[in-house]
C-alpha cells in the first residue's frame, strides 16, 4: 500500500522560504510511471494545484505561483520536496503531497494527510 | 487555466436519498474530469477519474457520467459516511483545476 507523508515546519515568517518534504513508502518514486504533486487548501477554501514532478526531474509549475515554487526529487531517499519563495499570510494553508498515475487522464489516487502551514511572524 | 464550476454549493439530504452533483468546465475537457469526496480535517479521496471510471474500492452507489460539457455525479442511495464536500478536477491542462466544491449535509 502506497503512503505519503509530508513533513516540514509548520510555522513560516513572512517573506521568508517554505520547505516540505513528502516521503514516499510503499512504492519506488522512481518506477517512472507516476507524477508526483503538490496541492494545497487555504482554510475553509478549495484545493489549487502548486505543480508537479516527474521522477526524472522534469516539472510543470502553476503559472501563478511559478515565480516561486521549485520542485525536486531524491530518489535515493524516495522524497519529493516544495519550496516556496517569499511567502506572505496568503500561502497559509494544508498542503498536500499526492501521487498521480502517468496515465492518459491525470488524477490524484493517493494523498498524504497534509500538513497545516501558517505564515506568521 | 480552465475554470470549473459546480452547482449547486451546497445541499441537504437524507439518508436513502439520490443526491446528483453538477460540474461544468470553462471550455471543453473530454473527459478529463475527477471526481474527490473529502471529509473534515481530511485529505481528499478519489471516487470517480476519467468522468465515469470508478476507482478500486469506491462503493458501487458513485457514479460519474458527462453529458455535452456537463458532468455529473451521483450518489444513488445516501450513506451516513458521505456527508462531506466533493470536487471536481480537470486533467485536460495544466495546471490543473478544481471545482469550488459541493458540500452535502444534513
Known amino acids: 500500500q502506497v503512503q505519503l507523508q509530508e513533513s516540514g515546519p509548520g510555522l513560516v515568517k513572512p517573506s521568508q522560504t517554505l520547505s516540505l518534504t513528502c516521503t514516499v513508502s510503499?512504492?519506488?518514486?522512481?518506477?517512472?510511471?507516476?507524477?508526483w504533486s503538490w496541492i494545497r487548501q487555504p482554510a475553509g477554501k478549495g484545493l489549487e494545484w502548486i505543480g508537479r514532478i516527474y521522477s526524472s526531474g522534469n516539472t510543470n509549475y502553476n503559472p501563478s505561483l511559478k515565480s516561486r515554487v521549485t520542485m525536486s526529487v531524491d530518489t535515493s531517499k524516495n522524497q519529493f520536496s516544495l519550496k516556496l519563495s517569499s511567502v506572505t499570510a496568503a500561502d497559509t494553508g494544508v498542503f498536500y503531497c499526492?501521487?498521480?498515475?502517468?496515465?492518459?487522464?491525470?488524477?490524484?489516487?493517493?494523498w498524504g494527510p497534509g500538513t497545516l502551514v501558517t505564515v506568521s511572524s | 487555466d480552465i475554470q470549473m464550476t459546480q452547482s449547486p454549493s451546497s445541499l441537504s439530504a437524507s439518508v436513502g436519498d439520490r443526491v446528483t452533483i453538477t460540474c461544468r468546465a470553462s471550455q471543453g475537457i473530454s473527459t478529463y474530469l475527477n471526481w474527490y469526496q473529502q471529509k473534515p480535517g481530511k485529505a481528499p479521496n478519489l471516487l470517480i477519474y476519467?468522468?465515469?471510471s470508478l476507482q478500486s474500492g469506491v462503493p458501487s452507489r458513485f457514479s460519474g457520467s458527462v453529458s455535452g460539457t456537463d458532468f455529473t455525479l451521483t450518489i444513488t442511495s445516501l450513506q451516513p459516511e458521505d456527508f462531506a464536500i466533493y470536487y471536481c478536477?480537470?486533467?485536460?491542462?495544466?495546471?490543473?483545476?478544481f471545482g469550488p466544491g459541493t458540500k452535502v449535509d444534513v
Open positions: 499526492a501521487r498521480a498515475p502517468d496515465f492518459w487522464s491525470e488524477y490524484f489516487d493517493y
Open positions: 478536477q480537470q486533467s485536460f491542462n495544466t495546471p490543473f483545476t
Open positions: 510503499g512504492g519506488s518514486i522512481s518506477s517512472g510511471s507516476y507524477y
Open positions: 476519467a468522468a465515469s
